[in-house]
């Protein structure tokens, strides 16, 4: 079985200082990882996603996020955030020839202060 | 193309009533998953379905909870005899393939009085 832990729950910030929301997850077999966004009253989407290959993937928007196998971590960064990036953020983990439950942390709350 | 819906976006009921609540994935989406996601909380998993069969239930929280999925596609979760902790947002997801990513419907937000 694989585990999760985001390790803040709540990062406030301002309005185009970099941040950094940390993901480390736990598997014994090799993983697929996800970061997910959740803005008020909507349902989760897709931010990125590592499957294989490089270890640092972008999204469209400006978040990166390297998967890191000897630390065990997946930690999501923008190098300067606006007002509309205030959300959830939650990292999510699969095990391809596991379980077929992905399993997700509690979450990330990312508050950016004009 | 049209992505994952569910419907009614919001219900209110009385304790002790039934409700239903209903998820249509993307077409073509094999793997239907429920979850449940209290005020600031994270996702608690609730079934998974991978065509019509569902080969884990281990996350319905009581007998009173049950789900199932017809033609591949649509997938309706009841809850018999709400209580006030059913309270929530369930979220339904869909996904080509049970260990890529899922997609999200928005919600249906049950409020139980």
């Known amino acids: 079985a694989q585990s999760v832990t985001q390790l803040d729950s709540q990062v406030p910030v301002f309005e185009e200082a970099p941040v950094e929301l940390r993901c480390n997850y736990s598997s014994s077999v090799s993983v697929y990882l996800f970061w997910y966004v959740q803005y008020p009253n909507q349902g989760l989407q897709l931010l990125l996603k590592?499957?294989?290959?490089?270890?640092l993937v972008e999204s469209i928007n400006g978040f990166e996020a390297e998967f890191n196998k000897s630390q065990t971590s997946f930690h999501l960064r923008k190098p300067s955030v606006h007002i509309s990036d205030t959300a959830e953020y939650f990292c999510?983990?699969?095990?391809?020839?596991?379980?077929?439950?992905?399993?997700f942390g509690r979450g990330t709350s990312l508050i950016v202060h004009p | 193309g049209a992505g994952v819906s569910q419907s009614p976006s919001n219900k209110v009921t009385e304790k002790g009533k039934d409700v239903e609540l209903r998820c249509d994935p993307i077409s073509g989406h094999t793997a239907l998953y429920w979850y449940r996601q209290s005020l600031g909380q994270g996702l608690e998993f609730l079934i998974y379905f991978q065509g019509n069969s569902a080969p884990d239930k281990s996350g319905l929280p009581s007998d009173r909870f049950s789900a199932e999925r017809t033609g591949g596609s649509v997938s309706t979760l009841t809850i018999q005899r709400t209580q006030q902790e059913d309270s929530a947002v369930y979220l339904c997801a869909s996904s080509l393939d049970p260990n890529y990513e899922q997609y999200f419907g928005p919600g249906t937000r049950l409020t139980v009085t």
């Open positions: 590592y499957l294989s290959g490089s270890t």
């Open positions: 999510a983990v699969s095990a391809p020839g596991g379980s077929y439950i992905p399993t």
